[in-house]
């Protein structure tokens, strides 16, 4: 796994987890130990940068109605402040 901040944050806190394996969109991913170690890396970075006691959101999108723009399937992880419902 790697993880960066997101180059177009939309939240105080908003970085990317990406698996070093490439795998298109989320409809490719079919290892369920991959996918849960993107989530568990998410939430380990959320409590080290001290934002997970408050809350944060993880999105994952999904071709073009999903606002995929990168296909290489990517994890983000926003945070840091009061984020909206519904988001888009």
Known sequence: MLAFKDVNAQAPEHFLVIPKEHISTPN????EALLGKLNTTAVMIA???GFSESGYRLV?????????????????????????????
């Open 28 to 31: 490719d991913a079919t290892d």
């Open 60 to 88: 994952m999108n999904c071709n073009g109605d999903g606002c995929q723009s990168v296909f290489h399937i990517h994890l983000h992880c926003l945070g840091g402040r009061q984020l909206n419902w519904p988001p888009g």
């Open 47 to 49: 409590k080290e940068r």
